[in-house]
């Protein structure tokens, strides 16, 4: 049985519900009125790349490519059924002209400096947006050197300790919301990769982790104090870095009684993409794995920063992790047992934004023949990253209005890293992740989910 209440008499018309409250099957999802805050944690090149592109394509001036939300389409009921809406017009996402951005950096240069410093869009698409790129000032940041050591910054807030600093991020968002009359906002991590951490007696309870910000537990990184502010405010939190930071027992039960949805971690971009689409190709057709070997060069900001062994652990961590959760060497030891799997970050400036990805993979087949597998993804780091920001902002939005709390797990498709409840292994397969994701948005609005099992066709 299906129930789809309307307190209006309109249906959904690209995403807009002004005045539409929507029941299926049990979720109500409140309407995206008004204006939505995008709150960004750092605004280096993937912030300021996600930011001109939001306001070249409200101007018509570019095409919203690699956004699911912006270009997607999903199947509704059977194949003959003829029904694939485009996701933005099933669900009631926010539209682009009612985003409002703002952010946090440790550097004071506008977006449109920043921007220009981080060399990844063309300087004439860059002066076309010059104005509301030049308008984004970021607030002082919240910053400690022992987590980032390759950067310095100069505009960085000081506290007697660190539950000060939250509180002066949760001023922050208040007065952001306040002086933009903001209806709702959702915060990202933007930022840099923080040193390697592991779990410590202080992320156990809230009421540890509270006591280590008056403390200055050296075990709470930056990253923790921003969740924290987040999910105190209300703000939905996406972890786009490898770090350790929401997916905490502390901020994850604090994100449940709170209400707030969180997602992360470690935008999937270039390599790990990659990963995510071969290998289960590869499992699929029972096609065994000697070795993975993959190196990146890059020269932004973020590989002078993993240039540090200490943030590349952090780093490495997450990419390693992939392969072995979707080959299963445990359930096909005859085809993945002891591959071997190597990860390198080559520090290398002139390359900039642009990062060259190069992996050979050693595969054997039928009667345990040898071939061999070589890609070379001469990818653009911020251009692959900038859309799957847009996209987590508005689904952490979405989740919010649905009455969805805590870890969104259907939000996997972006993350190398994917935060899962506690004992539970993350899904690395890409196609599955989507899956998940399209099921989520059908189950949200009373459509049958999709299983591909297609035997009513031949009955």
Same mark, same amino acid.
């Given at each position: 049985?299906?129930?789809?209440?309307?307190?209006?008499?309109?249906?959904?018309?690209?995403?807009?519900?002004? +005045?539409?409250?929507?029941?299926?099957?049990?979720?109500?999802?409140?309407?995206?009125?008004?204006?939505?805050?995008?709150?960004?944690?750092?605004?280096?090149?993937?912030?300021?790349?996600?930011?001109?592109?939001?306001?070249?394509?409200?101007?018509?001036?570019?095409?919203?490519?690699?956004?699911?939300?912006?270009?997607?389409?999903?199947?509704?009921?059977?194949?003959?059924?003829?029904?694939?809406?485009?996701?933005?017009?099933?669900?009631?996402?926010?539209?682009?002209?009612?985003?409002?951005?703002?952010?946090?950096?440790?550097?004071?240069?506008?977006?449109?400096?920043?921007?220009?410093?981080?060399?990844?869009?063309?300087?004439?698409?860059?002066?076309?947006?010059?104005?509301?790129?030049?308008?984004?000032?970021?607030?002082?940041?919240?910053?400690?050197? *022992?987590?980032?050591?390759?950067?310095?910054?100069?505009?960085?807030?000081?506290?007697?300790?660190?539950?000060?600093?939250?509180?002066?991020?949760?001023?922050?968002?208040?007065?952001?919301?306040?002086?933009?009359?903001?209806?709702?906002?959702?915060?990202?991590?933007?930022?840099?990769?923080?040193? #390697?951490?592991?779990?410590?007696?202080?992320?156990?309870?809230?009421?540890?982790?509270?006591?280590?910000?008056?403390?200055?537990?050296?075990?709470?990184?930056?990253?923790?104090?921003?969740?924290?502010?987040?999910?105190?405010?209300?703000?939905?939190?996406?972890?786009?870095?490898? *770090?350790?930071?929401?997916?905490?027992?502390?901020?994850?039960?604090?994100?449940?009684?709170?209400?707030?949805?969180?997602?992360?971690?470690?935008?999937?971009?270039?390599?790990?993409?990659?990963?995510?689409?071969?290998?289960?190709?590869?499992?699929?057709?029972?096609?065994?794995?000697?070795?993975?070997?993959?190196?990146?060069?890059?020269?932004?900001?973020?590989?002078?920063?993993?240039?540090?062994?200490?943030?590349?652990?952090?780093?490495?961590?997450?990419?390693?992790?992939?392969?072995?959760?979707?080959?299963?060497?445990?359930?096909?030891?005859?085809?993945?047992?002891?591959?071997?799997?190597?990860?390198?970050?080559?520090?290398?400036?002139?390359?900039?934004? *642009?990062?060259?990805?190069?992996? *050979?993979?050693?595969? #054997?087949?039928?009667? +345990?023949?040898?071939?061999?597998?070589?890609?070379?993804?001469?990818?653009?780091?911020?251009?692959?990253?900038?859309?799957?920001?847009?996209?987590?902002?508005?689904?952490?939005?979405?989740?919010?209005?649905? +009455?969805?709390?805590?870890?969104?797990?259907?939000?996997?498709?972006?993350?190398?890293?994917?935060?899962?409840?506690?004992?539970?292994?993350?899904?690395?397969?890409?196609?599955?992740?989507?899956?998940?994701?399209?099921?989520?948005?059908?189950?949200?609005?009373?459509?049958?989910?999709?299983?591909?099992? +297609?035997?009513?066709?031949?009955?």
């Amino acid at each position: 049985m299906r129930l789809t209440v309307w307190a209006s008499a309109c249906p959904v018309q690209s995403g807009r519900t002004t +005045g539409i409250i929507m029941v299926e099957k049990g979720v109500v999802i409140a309407p995206a009125n008004g204006k939505l805050g995008v709150l960004l944690v750092g605004l280096g090149a993937v912030s300021t790349t996600l930011v001109a592109g939001v306001e070249a394509i409200r101007r018509g001036i570019a095409k919203p490519v690699g956004s699911l939300t912006q270009m997607g389409t999903i199947r509704l009921g059977k194949r003959t059924d003829n029904r694939s809406p485009r996701i933005k017009d099933l669900v009631p996402l926010t539209e682009l002209e009612d985003i409002v951005f703002g952010a946090w950096d440790i550097f004071p240069d506008n977006a449109f400096d920043a921007a220009m410093k981080a060399g990844v869009l063309e300087k004439d698409l860059l002066n076309q947006v010059s104005e509301q790129l030049g308008g984004l000032k970021p607030m002082p940041a919240v910053f400690e050197q *022992n987590f980032v050591k390759r950067l310095t910054g100069t505009n960085v807030k000081s506290a007697a300790n660190k539950m000060e600093l939250a509180e002066k991020l949760m001023e922050d968002i208040a007065r952001f919301k306040a002086d933009n009359g903001l209806d709702r906002m959702v915060m990202v991590w933007a930022a840099s990769t923080e040193i #390697f951490l592991e779990e410590t007696g202080v992320h156990g309870s809230i009421e540890a982790f509270e006591k280590g910000l008056y403390d200055n537990d050296p075990a709470i990184a930056p990253s923790m104090i921003y969740a924290y502010a987040a999910i105190r405010s209300g703000v939905p939190f996406a972890n786009g870095a490898p *770090n350790l930071t929401a997916d905490i027992p502390a901020l994850t039960k604090l994100a449940e009684e709170r209400k707030v949805p969180i997602c992360g971690k470690d935008f999937k971009t270039g390599q790990t993409l990659m990963k995510t689409i071969l290998a289960p190709g590869l499992k699929s057709r029972m096609l065994g794995l000697d070795g993975w070997y993959s190196t990146n060069i890059l020269g932004n900001r973020d590989g002078e920063v993993l240039d540090d062994p200490e943030n590349f652990k952090t780093k490495e961590e997450s990419k390693l992790s992939v392969l072995e959760h979707i080959l299963q060497p445990e359930v096909y030891p005859d085809l993945y047992d002891h591959f071997s799997h190597v990860v390198r970050i080559n520090y290398y400036p002139p390359r900039g934004d *642009n990062k060259e990805g190069w992996d *050979n993979i050693d595969i #054997f087949g039928w009667l +345990g023949y040898k071939m061999q597998i070589k890609i070379d993804f001469l990818c653009r780091d911020s251009i692959l990253a900038a859309p799957l920001a847009l996209d987590l902002a508005l689904f952490l939005d979405l989740a919010q209005r649905a +009455g969805m709390k805590g870890i969104q797990e259907w939000l996997s498709f972006y993350f190398k890293a994917p935060q899962t409840a506690p004992g539970l292994y993350p899904e690395h397969d890409i196609f599955i992740q989507l899956m998940k994701l399209k099921n989520t948005l059908r189950h949200m609005r009373g459509e049958d989910l999709i299983t591909h099992l +297609g035997l009513e066709y031949y009955d």
